[in-house]
């Protein structure tokens, strides 16, 4: 079982930043990919970013691509996710994810953390 730790969210204005991270219990620079998903109240959850361990490849939405950024840090088995120009939109909670099988680009994912809240107001 992998545990996923996520923290750093919180109350931002619109057009400032934040950075989540997350501490996972297991980490691997082969097939293991991270990402970051959120879910706002009454909406399905969404895929955010993803990252592709070792290989440090990196998949984006279209809605926070050029505006968020994932990184790794193997070594203390983190991933972040930078969120820099909030809008009110990306008012969710926040939940990291794992997996070490199947492709980092499709949105399944096997293990998820309890989540962030970030609030960004206008």
């Known amino acids: 079982q992998v545990q996923l730790v996520e923290s750093g969210g919180g109350s931002v204005q619109a057009g400032g930043s934040l950075r989540l991270s997350c501490l996972a219990s297991?980490?691997?620079?082969?097939?293991?990919?991270m990402g970051w998903f959120r879910q706002a109240p009454g909406k399905e959850r969404e895929g955010v970013a993803a990252?592709?361990?070792?290989?440090?490849?990196?998949y984006y939405a279209d809605s926070v691509k050029g505006r968020f950024t994932i990184s790794q840090d193997g070594a203390k088995k983190m991933v972040y996710l930078q969120m820099n120009n909030l809008k009110p939109e990306d008012t969710a909670m926040y939940y990291c994810?794992?997996?070490?099988?199947?492709?980092?680009?499709?949105?399944?994912?096997?293990?998820w953390g309890q989540g962030t809240q970030v609030i960004v107001s206008s």
């Open positions: 994810a794992a997996k070490f099988t199947g492709s980092c680009s499709t949105l399944t994912f096997r293990y």
């Open positions: 297991q980490y691997s620079n082969v097939n293991n990919c």
């Open positions: 990252i592709l361990a070792g290989a440090g490849i990196t």
